[in-house]
């Protein structure tokens, strides 16, 4: 708990604003009697947490652009979403958070098998690295359709809005997103390390990898 209070005190001013936005909003529903929206804002500072949780946990360094940008979209997802109804407001607000989803399920699909290699680049061609980090993407946005129609089917809710057309809408944004997460990956496996020309997210990457060095002991000793 301990090093966990110490990571979040790190993290970056965005991310403290958006908790003390959620605990203001929780307290605030209390006395309002918008338990609803406290009970939102609750879960949604439950989950930011998380991430901070994992990186403790086991003690992995998750580079700090990387974190605030998980619990943004949290808080744009859960809380501006539903309390904020920005899902009715702004028609384009579910495409954007799809796409930033998808491109960042696309950079944690390569990092996951980049792993699992040890980051050894000849152990598997750049090109399945990037189509794992695709399927990875496109797998968690299939996943989270079926949970939208179980959620419409089970409860009535309206989490499909226009039904096929919102799904199928959601699912190509997806894939636009994942696959710029993938190409990107595919190419910092291609390109030498520290090039300038290694992708979109070589900074992000080499952070990662440089702070994890013991993840990536074939990597780290060529």
Avoid at 1 to 29: D, H, T, Y
Avoid at 86 to 111: E, K, M, P, T
Avoid at 176 to 201: D, H, K, Q, T
Avoid at 212 to 217: D, E, I, K, P, V
Wanted: glycine content about 10%.
């Amino acid at each position: 708990m301990k090093r966990l209070f110490k990571n979040a005190k790190s993290q970056p001013l965005v991310m403290r604003l958006v908790w003390l936005a959620l605990i203001f909003e929780f307290c605030a529903g209390l006395i309002t009697a918008r338990y609803a929206s406290s009970f939102v804002a609750l879960g949604t500072f439950g989950l930011t947490l998380l991430p901070l949780l994992f990186a403790s946990r086991y003690h992995i360094y998750v580079p700090r652009s990387f974190m605030a940008g998980i619990v943004l979209f949290l808080f744009a997802t859960l809380f501006l979403g539903e309390v904020g109804d920005f899902y009715n407001r702004y028609w384009w607000w579910d495409v954007v958070l799809h796409a930033g989803s998808a491109l960042g399920f696309g950079l944690i699909g390569f990092v996951a098998i980049f792993i699992l290699f040890q980051g050894d680049r000849y152990a598997a061609p750049p090109w399945a690295i990037g189509m794992f980090a695709f399927c990875f993407a496109m797998s968690i946005g299939a996943l989270w359709e079926i949970f939208e129609y179980a959620m419409d089917q089970a409860f009535g809710t309206n989490m499909q809005k226009s039904g096929l057309q919102d799904t199928m809408w959601d699912l190509i944004v997806d894939a636009g997103g994942g696959l710029i997460g993938a190409i990107s990956g595919a190419l910092y496996v291609a390109r030498e390390r520290g090039s300038l020309f290694a992708g979109p997210f070589a900074g992000l990457f080499r952070d990662f990898i440089t702070r994890n060095a013991r993840l990536f002991g074939k990597f780290r000793s060529k």
